[in-house]
T-cell receptor, first 115, second 120 residues
Framework: NAGVTQTPKFQVLKTGQSMTLQCAQDMNHEYMSWYRQDPGMGLRLIHY???????DQGEVPNGYNVSRSTTEDFPLRLLSAAPSQTSVYFC??????????????FGEGSRLTVL | AQKITQTQPGMFVQEKEAVTLDCTYD???????LFWYKQPSSGEMIFLIY????DQQNATEGRYSLNFQKARKSANLVISASQLGDSAMYFCAMREKGGSKAGNNRKLIWGLGTSLAVNP
């Protein structure tokens, strides 16, 4: 069972470079999201999507773009990387069935360093 | 204001003993859910247990149980018979189910976590 797959697992960028973190899930989940995790800050929501074609901002959306053209994929784009974006990024999805506790299923994380 | 508070940055427990990890929350929404996740050193986030605000009984999942005290707004995680593999970060999170904007009822609010070390 693949679940939520994130790529790449590690990436080093120079300031100003752009990149895309890929996220795919094979559980037919409507809801997908991106978090960043920083020491002492916990997990913070960047962007989320409640279905194909629908995206919305979370707590810390600046510097990031997302799109949701299919149910399965939810890429996160950094248009011009900054050192402040050095972090561990998690993609997470959730099903919407009635009675479901609604727990998030997480990818393994992507560690990004911006020099 | 912090909506989820985990007051113990680090905890130690002897193998085979029980340990309680604290979590207090703040919400005015009568309908909410509380979650605990485990993050081992490998980095992945693993769902452990869920408690709904209207659930009559405390949630249990194997060695994990949730001590839910609604009036005190606390949702402490109890791990019984600790194992070395329980050494990890543990995060408490809350999902408020109100809100008029689509998707608002699906956002999680996270605590800063408690680091648990199980000693042999």
């Amino acid at each position: 069972n693949a679940g939520v797959t994130q790529t790449p697992k590690f990436q080093v960028l120079k300031t100003g470079q752009s990149m895309t973190l890929q996220c795919a899930q094979d559980m037919n989940h409507e809801y997908m999201s991106w978090y960043r995790q920083d020491p002492g800050m916990g997990l913070r929501l960047i962007h989320y999507s409640v279905g194909a074609g629908i995206t919305d901002q979370g707590e810390v959306p600046n510097g990031y773009n997302v799109s949701r053209s299919t149910t399965e994929d939810f890429p996160l784009r950094l248009l011009s990387a900054a050192p402040s974006q050095t972090s561990v990024y998690f993609c997470a999805s959730k099903g919407g069935l009635a009675g479901n506790t609604g727990e998030l299923f997480f990818g393994e994380g992507s560690r990004l360093t911006v020099l | 204001a912090q909506k989820i508070t985990q007051t113990q940055p680090g905890m130690f427990v002897q193998e085979k003993e029980a340990v309680t990890l604290d979590c207090t929350y703040d919400t005015s929404d009568p309908s909410y859910g509380l979650f605990w996740y485990k993050q081992p050193s490998s980095g992945e986030m693993i769902f452990l247990i869920y408690q709904g605000s209207y659930d009559q009984q405390n949630a249990t999942e194997g060695r994990y149980s949730l001590n839910f005290q609604k009036a005190r707004k606390s949702a402490n995680l109890v791990i019984s018979a600790s194992q070395l593999g329980d050494s990890a970060m543990y995060f408490c999170a809350m999902r408020e189910k109100g809100g008029s904007k689509a998707g608002n009822n699906r956002k999680l609010i996270w605590g800063l976590g408690t680091s648990l070390a199980v000693n042999p």
